[in-house]
């Protein structure tokens, strides 16, 4: 049995882990090809974390925002394009959802004449701004129910769709 680590400021995957209980031995057990070493080796950043480590390591701990945290803060690309989703209840992402929803029906007009010509100009600019921002936030909305809905896949209360 290992020990308890006192370390601060540990990893998302040390802390992942730890959560569920589970031993660096124990841990690489469930994840095929790895070792205790290289899971240490990874949550202190001794090593760069792969796609296919997140992606194993979300699947070993049913931790599917592992994912996006390894998209958003690891890979970078990501840091510039990916959206930082959270976990949330799904009352909240459906009230957020609708909200942006209902703006964005209301800054609809406004988008077509801003479009209109192919270009944005000058004096648009702030309208256009604003409406960009209410569409960021009705795309972080739809990431954030795509990780909500992995959740309960991963948790057994939803059954994966097949395409």
Not at 28 to 48: D, H, Y
Not at 133 to 139: C, F, M, N, P, Q
Not at 144 to 152: P, Y
């Amino acid at each position: 049995m290992g020990r308890k680590s006192i370390k601060e400021n540990k990893s998302i995957w040390q802390t992942t882990r730890e959560d569920l209980g589970l031993t660096r031995e124990k841990a690489a057990e469930l994840v095929p090809g790895f070792s205790p070493e290289r899971i240490e080796k990874i949550e202190n950043g001794r090593t760069q974390i792969q796609p296919e480590d997140a992606m194993l390591l979300a699947e070993a701990y049913k931790a599917p925002a592992l994912c996006n945290y390894y998209c958003s803060h690891e890979c970078s690309i990501g840091r510039v394009n990916a959206p930082r989703t959270e976990s949330k209840a799904l009352g909240q992402i459906v009230v957020e959802t609708l909200n942006a929803l209902n703006k964005l029906s209301r800054s609809k007009d406004r988008l077509l004449e801003i479009c209109e010509d192919g270009r944005v100009r000058p004096d648009e600019m702030d309208d256009f701004r604003e409406i960009k921002g209410t569409l960021d936030k009705l795309a972080l909305s739809v990431s954030n129910l795509q990780l909500w809905v992995n959740e309960q896949i991963a948790a057994g209360l939803l059954a994966k769709q097949e395409p």
